[in-house]
Structure formats: structure tokens, C-alpha cells
């Protein structure tokens, strides 16, 4: 009964004993069938010992364990002990297999027909629970540093040339890969018990390259050799040649894999690069005008950063774009711009403006120069438009240009950045204010020239638009009260004779002009719009009078404001006597309704409708008052000289000659002057033309405009001038009043904070020194350089 329960006990310890060693081994190995039948001899002689039988069917130790008496019997079982002792020939020959599937991934065998990638793995599996995981890593890092030493012989030689080498290190490095991953794959165990568990202990793939490193690239040779020959090639690149950019892809990648590429490879590349950019910038900014040269650093930068994304590493990006910028671009920029900026501008080169802009803005600084020639170009171009008085003619519509190309330019080309917009602004406001009074003058008279009824040359939105952009260089200009003078003159013919193109343009010009300034700087220029418009109510309520009656001509009158309108000559004229009897009535008719108010008539502005009766055909001519005077003379006489119709009209002379002018030298001449001559002398003598003829029913004869002489011009800035003085003494007077005490030099800063026109120090010394005459200040008696209000 004992023997049997014994027996099958250690059946049982037999067969958990085998399944748990064929769990890690193969079944099939007669090595391990060999060992586990030892060990089943051993259990069953342990067996023997540990439950020996007595003669007398009882047990050993049920004899020994009797008393006398009635004792009970005991059956003591202890649990079997296995002693896991493995044989030294089972790790060695483990150990064999995998060093013999390594050595022929190494040399590229293949390994034999019955060792299969499974057993490999048993085979691991086995010798890292066999023994300490330790030695089995440093048997594969022996076997892998042995196979690598091997490799070195093949690159000490230096019979081949660069490219040679080259190729084959990168084979070398390929198939190095490729081993240690097959290698890596076998022992993946390894990799993630042992080496995970020590974190000092390096994975199998980080060994595979640092013993790579240690003993092929570490070597002086190989890695001189790998990087000259990839300085080379990068060479030969950038000189345009064609090479093979996956093997520098390949060896650059090694380098970054092994740790060493910006140690042994950056900094030299860097050099090469600088110096290569270095020798490029000096040549070529002297070959090559600046468009070409901007072109080919456009080229070089893409080239490189092309170089980045194919084969270097992202780290060099940076410090190699700066090296090219600095070499191409910041070591040059000053001789850049002197050298090509102001033909690139001159010919509205946009798209080399736009890169010289792009490439500009890459360097530290550039921009900032770029901006300062930008503004230096605009004031010395702008300047040759205002100062050159044989380009009076043409100046604004020139200015009007400059600006646009100069806006287009900023938009298009500078990205319309704030910096440049300003600089813009500056040198206009700077070149334009270089020649004082006469551009305001100017932009006053081309506003004149495009709101006058004749100008055809736009539509209503392209005037407006046109308004919009002379605006803007009115906001340049300094002295606008200048430009308020003139255009106040022309404004007030324009409203007189009729002449404005559109009511609606000249209000927007207005309301631009109290939008810019203020509602103080075109009070006047409204009032003058404002007597228009009660004159017209004037003349509807003169018409209605029943005092009127019946008059073979018709009256239209403009009553004007003295404060509002320029100041014109007055001159009596002789006017017949049906003129000035209608005059009378409608001086008696205003004085009738306005009381204390006065009337003076202005001949100068006045202009007429004549019926004429020509022998062929009756026409109707529109006139002046000057030229209306002197063809009603002809109806007393066909023939009349210089002198007789000086004595019968009482026009001042050079006004006369050029209305005789006009009517006998023009295009619709309505009078023969003899002599024939385009100018009117003392001897010549004014006839009758019975022969003229006309298409028109009724024909316009323009007065011939006097061209503005210096000294109409002198006074109209003198007029400007006198303003500008009650404006300044005005000013110091106000200073004064809230100050009461104040240094010269503290009131001359207060004056040029609030005068809105340009002054000099020494008219504002004038002004003071007359306000002290007045005694609306003095001197102090301690200190003559301050000033005491005196109220």
C-alpha cells in the first residue's frame, strides 16, 4: 500500500519536472532528455532513502516511532526536493548556436537548414534563466567589436580615391545596420530584461554604433577622409555639378546616428561655407548689376535650404542661412543700395524691388537702411521736380505721379509696412516745403484748372478721385494759407464768370479743405458760396419789382461780401447810358431793403451778351464788360483808332489793348485792326468786320488773360505775409496774456508749437520788438532776454 502511493507520487514530480524543462527547451534535444533521465535516477534513489521499507512490511520509521503500549502510528511525507544544477555542456552549446547565427549574419551567410529564428529565441531565453544575463551581453558586445576591427583594414589602405571611399564606408555602415537589427531581433530578450532593468547598461542597437564609432569613424584617417570627401562633394554641389545626394544623405545620417556630426562635420562645414560666400559676395558684386546679383543670392538661399530638406541635418539650418545672409547680403547692403536702389526705383522695377525688399528683410538691420535710401531717393528725385522753375508748368501733375509710383511701390513691393509709408510722408512733406509759397500757389491753380467748366478730361468719379489725391499733397505743405490765397482768387472767377464745371466737385473740394483744416480756413471760401446763392434770391425779387418796366436789356447782379471775396481795383469806366440807368434802379432797390450798407460796382467782372447783326447773319456774342464797352462804340462808327476808343470807354490801357486784342487778333474777329500784327500798338486803327462769319449761333470771345506778373504775385504773397503778421502777433499776445512772464527763447518755442505756416526767427523778432513799440509788452529792466505782459 505504501509502495504504491510512494511510487505514484514521484510519477507525478517526474512529469511536472519534465513539463517545466521542456517548456523552455525543445523536446526534441537529446541533451536534455539525457539529463532529465539523471535526474530521475537520482529521485528515485532519494526515494529509497527518504522511505525504505522494513523486512516486516512496516515502515523505518513507524518502528523507530513505536511505543509500548497503545500508541498510534505516524507517516511523516516532506515535500521532493530538486536540485536545478544545469549541465555545463547545455549552455555552451547553446552559446555555440547563437555565435554561429551571428558570425553568419555578419558575413552575410546564410544560417543552417535545421536552426530555425525559434530556436534562436529558446536559445537566449534559456541562457539568460541559466546564468546571469551579464555574461551573455558581454560575449555578443565581444563577438560584435571583434567583427568591427575586422572592417577597419579595408578603409587604412588610401588607394582609392574620395568618392571610392566614400561608397564604401557607407556600405560598411549599411550592412552594419542591417546586422545589428537581424542581431537585435534574435536577442530581443536580452534587450528588454537585462538592459531594461540597467539603466547604465547600453540597448544592443546603442553598442552596435558606439563600438562602430570607437573603431571605425574614431580612427583619424576614416574621418578625415568621410569629411573631406563630403566637403567635396557639397562642393562640387554648389559649383553645379550633379552628385549622388542619397550617399551624402546616408553618410550624414551615420554621422548624426553615431553623435558626431556636429562635432567632426558642422563646424567644418560652416568654415568651407563662409569662406565659399565670402569669395562670391566680393566677385560678383562687382560682375553683376544689383537685380542679377539679388537674383542669384535668391538662388543660393533656396539652394541651401534645398540642402537642409535633402540631406543635412535640421540643427545647421539656422547657422547656415545666417552664413549666407551675411556673406551675400549684410557684408554688402550699403554697396547695394548706392549701387542699384535708385535705378531700380527710377524704373519701376517692382519684382526686383519686392526680392531686394524679401532679402532685405532677412539681415539684421536691412530694412532700416533699405528705409533711409527709400526716403533719401524720394527727397533728391523730389526735390528736381520743385526747385527747377522751368517745371512749373508741369510740377503738380509731375508730383501727382511721383506719388503714385512712390504709393504703388510701398504697397506692392515694401508690403506696405509702417515704417516706409512714413518715410514717404517725410520726404514729401521735406522736398516739397524746400521752395517756399510756390508749390501752394501751384497746387491752387491746377485745382482751378480741373474744377473750370472747359476740363473735359475727366468723369465726375475720377474727379473726385483726382481731388483725393491733391489733397494729400496739400497736407505736405506748410504754407496753406499761401494756398488759400490763390485758390480764394481763381474760386471767386470760377463763381463770377460761371466757369466751374460742377457746383457738387467745388462743395466736395470744400468740404475736403474743412475736413484737412478746419472750419476757420474756408469760412470765407462758404461765405463766398453763401452770396451765390442770396444773389440769386435777389435778382428773383429785383425781377418781380414793378419799378422795373420795360428795358431792352436784362440785369443779373452778384452781390459780394468785402471780407469774403479778393480785394479787386476799382475803375470807373464810361458805360452807356442804359447801363447805368438800370444800375441806379437796382442800387435804389438793394439800399431799399438793406439800409446803412454801401455798393460799389466792379467793371472788372462784369461780362455781357451782345446781339449782333451781321451782314451775313445775326449772331450772339458772350463777352466781357471791357470788350462789350468797346464793340457798342462801333455802332456809331465803322472805323475808330487807339485813342478814340481810349476816350470813349476810359479803360485803363494795358486793359484795352489786350480786350482789342481779343476781339480783333482772335480766333472769332469780330473787328480788323491795321496794321496786321499780334500786338496792339499806338498808331493802329480798329474796323468794322462786315465779312465775319461763324458756324456758331453764339460765339464765345474769351479775354486775353494777362499773364500773372511778378508783381501781381509779389503782392498776392505780400496780402499773405501781412495775414500771417496779425496771426503772429495775435499768437504772442495770447502767449503773453496767459504767461505774463516769459524768456525769449521759451516764447520763440511757443510760437512755432502754435503757428500753423513756416516762420523765421527773425520776423518773429520783428513782431515782438512791434508789440513792444504798441506796449502790449516790454522788456524786463533785470533781464532784457524776458518779456512782461502789460494789460
Known amino acids: 500500500m505504501m509502495s504504491s502511493q510512494r511510487q505514484s507520487f514521484v510519477s507525478e514530480s517526474v512529469t511536472n519536472g519534465q513539463r517545466k524543462r521542456f517548456s523552455s527547451g525543445s523536446p526534441d534535444c537529446p541533451h536534455l532528455q539525457k539529463k532529465i533521465c539523471r535526474q530521475t535516477d537520482m529521485m528515485e534513489s532519494q526515494k529509497l532513502a527518504n522511505f525504505s521499507v522494513a523486512p516486516n512490511g512496516v515502515s523505518k520509521s513507524t518502528v523507530l516511532g513505536k511505543k509500548q503500549g497503545s500508541e498510534k502510528k505516524v507517516l511523516a511525507i516532506k515535500n521532493f526536493k530538486v536540485h536545478n544544477q544545469p549541465a555545463v555542456d547545455h549552455i555552451s552549446e547553446s552559446w555555440r548556436f547563437l555565435r554561429e547565427a551571428v558570425v553568419a549574419i555578419q558575413e552575410s551567410r546564410k544560417l543552417r537548414d535545421n536552426l530555425t529564428q525559434e530556436d534562436l529565441y529558446r536559445y537566449v531565453d534559456n541562457l539568460i534563466t541559466q546564468r546571469p544575463p551579464a555574461l551573455l551581453y558581454a560575449d555578443l558586445r565581444d563577438l560584435t567589436e571583434k567583427h568591427i576591427k575586422s572592417r577597419l583594414n579595408q578603409f587604412l589602405s588610401g588607394t582609392s580615391d574620395r568618392l571610392t571611399f566614400l561608397r564604401q564606408l557607407n556600405d560598411c555602415w549599411t550592412h552594419h545596420c542591417h546586422q545589428m537589427k537581424m542581431v537585435c531581433n534574435i536577442f530581443l530578450a536580452l534587450d528588454r530584461g537585462y538592459v531594461l532593468q540597467n539603466a547604465q547598461v547600453s540597448s544592443i542597437w546603442d553598442m552596435g554604433l558606439e563600438l562602430f564609432r570607437q573603431h571605425i ?54 568654415v568651407a561655407t563662409e569662406q565659399l560666400y565670402l569669395r562670391e559676395g566680393q566677385r560678383l558684386t562687382q560682375d553683376r548689376d544689383v537685380p ?69 528683410a532677412r539681415i539684421k538691420g536691412g530694412l532700416d537702411d533699405l528705409c533711409t535710401h527709400f526716403n533719401a531717393y524720394i527727397k533728391s528725385y523730389g526735390k528736381t521736380i520743385v526747385i527747377n522753375p522751368e517745371k512749373d ?14 504709393d504703388g511701390i510701398v504697397t506692392e513691393c515694401f508690403n506696405n509696412s509702417d515704417k516706409f509709408v512714413l518715410a514717404l510722408k517725410e520726404a514729401f512733406e521735406h522736398f516739397i516745403n524746400q521752395r517756399l509759397n510756390k508749390p501752394a500757389e501751384l497746387i491752387a491753380k491746377f485745382v482751378d484748372g480741373k474744377l473750370r467748366a472747359g476740363n473735359k478730361e475727366a468723369t465726375e468719379d475720377e474727379l473726385e478721385r483726382l481731388l483725393d489725391k491733391i489733397m494729400v499733397l496739400f497736407r505736405f505743405i506748410h504754407g496753406k494759407d499761401v494756398f488759400e490765397a490763390f485758390y480764394k482768387k481763381d474760386l471767386a472767377k470760377r463763381l463770377l464768370v460761371g466757369k466751374s464745371a460742377s457746383v457738387d466737385a467745388e462743395k466736395s473740394m470744400l468740404s475736403k479743405l474743412k475736413q484737412e483744416c478746419g472750419p476757420g480756413f474756408t469760412s470765407k471760401l462758404e461765405g463766398m458760396f453763401k452770396d451765390m446763392e442770396l444773389s440769386k434770391d435777389i435778382m428773383l425779387a429785383f425781377k418781380q419789382n414793378s419799378q422795373i418796366g420795360s428795358t431792352p436789356m436784362e440785369l443779373n447782379v452778384n452781390i459780394l461780401t468785402m471780407g469774403y471775396w479778393p480785394n479787386y ?3 470807373e469806366v464810361n458805360m452807356p447810358l442804359e447801363m447805368v440807368n438800370y444800375q441806379q434802379i437796382f442800387t435804389k432797390f438793394y439800399l431799399a431793403k438793406h439800409s446803412n450798407r454801401k455798393l460799389q460796382w466792379q467793371p472788372t467782372l462784369g461780362h455781357c451778351v451782345l446781339k449782333a447783326a451781321f451782314p451775313q447773319g445775326a449772331k450772339e456774342l458772350q463777352v466781357s464788360l471791357f470788350q462789350a464797352l468797346v464793340l457798342l462804340l462801333f455802332n456809331k462808327a465803322d472805323s475808330l483808332s487807339l485813342a478814340e476808343i481810349t476816350a470813349g470807354t476810359n479803360i485803363e490801357d494795358g486793359e484795352l489793348r489786350r480786350t482789342l486784342q481779343s476781339l480783333a487778333c482772335g480766333k472769332a474777329r469780330v473787328l480788323q485792326k491795321t496794321p496786321r500784327s499780334k500786338d496792339v500798338n499806338d498808331e493802329d486803327k480798329f474796323i468794322y468786320n462786315k465779312d ?23 503782392q498776392t504773397e505780400e496780402r499773405v505775409f501781412q495775414d500771417r503778421q496779425y496771426q503772429i502777433d495775435a499768437a504772442i499776445v495770447r502767449i503773453m496774456k496767459m504767461r505774463k512772464v516769459l524768456p525769449h527763447n521759451l516764447l520763440i518755442t511757443e510760437l512755432y508749437n502754435q503757428l500753423k505756416f513756416p516762420v523765421k526767427p527773425a520776423d518773429l523778432k520783428k513782431r515782438i520788438e512791434s508789440l513792444i513799440d504798441r506796449d502790449y509788452m516790454e522788456r524786463d529792466k533785470d533781464n532784457p532776454n524776458t518779456y512782461n505782459y502789460v494789460a
Open 292 to 360: 542679377q546679383y539679388l537674383l542669384h543670392v535668391d538662388k543660393r538661399l533656396t539652394e541651401e535650404n534645398n540642402r537642409v530638406l535633402h540631406y543635412l541635418d535640421m540643427s545647421t539650418k539656422r547657422q547656415l542661412i545666417y552664413c549666407v545672409e551675411k556673406q551675400l547680403l549684410s557684408e554688402h547692403k550699403t554697396l547695394l543700395l548706392q549701387k542699384g536702389l535708385d535705378s531700380l526705383l527710377d524704373q519701376n522695377r517692382r519684382h526686383d524691388l519686392s526680392l531686394l525688399y524679401n532679402l532685405f
Open 569 to 571: 481795383p476799382l475803375m
Open 393 to 406: 508748368k508741369g510740377m503738380v501733375q509731375e508730383l501727382l505721379d511721383f506719388k503714385d509710383k512712390m
Open 217 to 270: 569613424l574614431e580612427e583619424v584617417v576614416v574621418e578625415n577622409r568621410c569629411v573631406d570627401g563630403l566637403l567635396m562633394m557639397i562642393e562640387k554641389e554648389r559649383s553645379g555639378e550633379t552628385i549622388d545626394r542619397s550617399l551624402v544623405k546616408s553618410l550624414l545620417r551615420m554621422l548624426s546616428s553615431l553623435q558626431v556630426y556636429h562635432k567632426v562635420f558642422e563646424n567644418k562645414f560652416l
Open 692 to 714: 465775319f462769319t461763324n458756324q456758331l449761333f453764339r460765339i464765345r470771345i474769351n479775354q486775353i488773360q494777362m499773364k500773372e506778373t511778378s508783381e501781381e504775385q509779389q
